[in-house]
């Protein structure tokens, strides 16, 4: 049901109210096509006022869901977006869909993950609802090529400066100048005979950071060395300099919405004409390059993805090599040790050897310790305190996989040793592969036994 409601959790045994009694309605009935108001709103936060936001993740199973995204660039006033936080928190959340989206005066961005058996439910809202609040012109839902189980553990809808920083004044581009999105086919088609057809290589850019292109880009293409959007933007913008303003660019991002305000950027304040991107994104290209039995991808190995999946395959070739041992190896994980949480490429059996932490000995001897200490009271099912510190699942890393041992370690309170935002590199912290393992030898230490399950 899209029951516009809320959750009051300022009272004993919280009760459920109606949001505006002038939309109560049911899904079976109809959807609402809302309209946003500009009359004032409080202030305060939801959780300030007492309301709690919680998805119906306990009525449908973990197994069954689907990741999916949409974006769409879009001028909302800030009185709006409070009322339409709440629309996306209490709508979604009654499908149980969990996931992470920004919206902001510059429009929505948002990855989610839904109940398969919603799907067509979450379609309609998107058609009914969401798309009329963006003039009719949204992208439709972007299904991932993997999906496993639940990659996110609960909703949340945040309001944002902006949807992507870029460092630039953005009164100097304009977001309305969009590029062209070319579908999969078409963008199969002209990079494939761009070089017969003009004589020259195409000018392809990746979007993205450095640690996504390390697993996955497509053939040809630039990756910059870029740890955040504002180097990519810089990096984008010192490749294109010196070249002329009719010389076509082709880019491409996880989803598209990098590459939208990119060529809008190119386009609208440095004049070039045409700027490409492929719609979707890679997620798109790989899903319609696995339904093409007589194409061959242009793009290699992975896509990375900000959930509990950390990636999405797109062909079988696995292009990086892990942290630790040096082998071939194009999975993720953040050190289990929170204090840590180095973002590094671990291969499955390196991460059982050292239970998922980056080998330094003193994040494995965290975690160590505190999984035979904590033993009779850990509860999978979520946090625990012991003596101030904190032992969980991963939650996400569990729904996919109910097999997951991995255990996060961390000191309530105590703030993470390495940059998140512009995040810290593993080579910086671990050396080379193979360099912290001598470590362990240097302070007469035999490495863990590798796990003989795998």
Known sequence: MFRRLLIQSSKRGATLINRQQKITTTLTKTLLIPTMSTQSFSTTTPAERGIQFLSKIENYDSSTYKTLAFYKFHTFTKPELEEFRIQLLTDLGELGIVGRIYISTEGVNAQIACP??????????????LKPMFNGNLMDLNIGTEHGLRSFRALHVRIRKQLIVDGLDSSTYDLTDEPSHLSPAEWHERLSTYEEQTGKKPVLIDMRNHYESKIGYFDGAICPDADTYQDSIDAMNEICENL???QEIFMYCTGGIRCTKAGAILQSASKFKTVHLVEGGITSYGRWIAEQEDKESLFRGKNFTFDARMGEKITDEVIGKCQLCGQASNRYQNCAHASCNILMLCCPSCAGQFLNTCARLPCYDTVSEFMKQSKPFFEPAGAVMVDGVRVFLKQGEKDMSANSKRVVVGKKGVRCDNDHIRRTRAIEILG???????????????????????
Request: hydrophobic share 30%; with cysteine; glycine share 4%.
């Open 244 to 246: 002329p303003r009719d």
């Open 432 to 454: 080379e592969p193979g360099e912290i393992l001598k470590e362990w030898a240097k302070a007469g230490r035999d490495l863990p036994p590798k796990p003989v399950d795998l």
């Open 116 to 129: 398969e058996e919603c799907l067509p439910k979450l379609q309609e809202y998107h058609s009914n609802v």
